[in-house]
């Protein structure tokens, strides 16, 4: 496969020499392809309570997914829990590759090498998969998003080094898009089941439990993130 030099617009240096980019992809859903995107699908039985909650996982640029599945496991082109629901292929150009690591001079170039300054998209994901690959998995503290954030920090995507598993679950659900109609029904249709079965058994009050749920589930991770800094990894 020959080089081809990306317009200006695909490339990012922080400093005079400019890196090239290989030409991505498209992404293909049949063959499970996703290059250079972040990807989510619903978790059993926890997204039929909140189904703005699912695990995610990030992608190379030949589109093998990775995903941090387990306690010590990241798992390679095997997404956990199901086929990909929702997608967002993110811009390599908004990422920090510094042609130089000695010469690092971006505008978060401190806050980026503490987070582990990666020089392509790949090594990135790489470095992000050694370290979660000696990590205890946890719904609540250290999950899939963490993993995709720890990936992004890498990358300083977006110029930031400050992403953590709120505004990544933010990203996928106000920018990303359903891969389908029925993607979308499988995501919804077992929490629209459970609420009518509960409403129907205990009345309108369980759906105010559900938002109470809702609500502490919700303050738990802006605690651990924001609050108790370390706590939500």
């Not at 990012?12 to 992404?27: A, C, H, I, K, R």
């Not at 989510?40 to 995903?67: F, M, Q």
């Not at 010469?103 to 978060?108: D, F, N, S």
């Not at 020089?119 to 998003?145: M, P, Q, V």
């Amino acid at each position: 496969m020959e080089l081809e030099a990306a317009p200006d617009d695909e490339v990012f240096s922080s400093n005079d020499e400019m890196q090239t980019l290989w030409p991505l992809g498209q992404v293909d859903p049949k063959s499970a392809r996703f290059p250079c995107c972040i990807v989510w699908t619903p978790l059993p039985v926890v997204s039929w309570l909140a189904p703005y909650i699912g695990h995610v996982g990030i992608a190379r640029e030949d589109g093998t997914v990775l995903d941090f599945a387990g306690s010590n496991l990241v798992s390679v082109d095997a997404l956990a829990y199901g086929s990909v629901a929702r997608c967002l292929q993110l811009d390599r150009a908004k990422c920090c590759f510094p042609a130089n690591l000695a010469a690092h001079v971006c505008a978060r170039s401190h806050e980026h090498a503490e987070a582990g300054t990666a020089i392509s998209w790949d090594d990135a994901l790489r470095s992000g998969a050694r370290r979660f690959e000696h990590k205890c998995y946890n719904l609540f503290t250290c999950n899939s998003h963490s993993f995709v954030a720890d990936c992004l920090n890498r990358l300083a995507y977006g110029g930031s080094v400050g992403w953590n598993v709120l505004n990544v679950a933010a990203l996928v659900w106000l920018r990303g898009r359903w891969l389908d109609p029925m993607a979308a029904v499988r995501s919804f249709l077992p929490f629209a089941a459970v609420s009518c079965v509960g409403v129907l058994m205990a009345g309108w009050s369980f759906l105010l439990g559900m938002a109470a749920f809702t609500l502490l589930l919700l303050g738990w991770f802006v605690l651990g993130v924001y609050c108790m800094k370390g706590l939500v990894g």
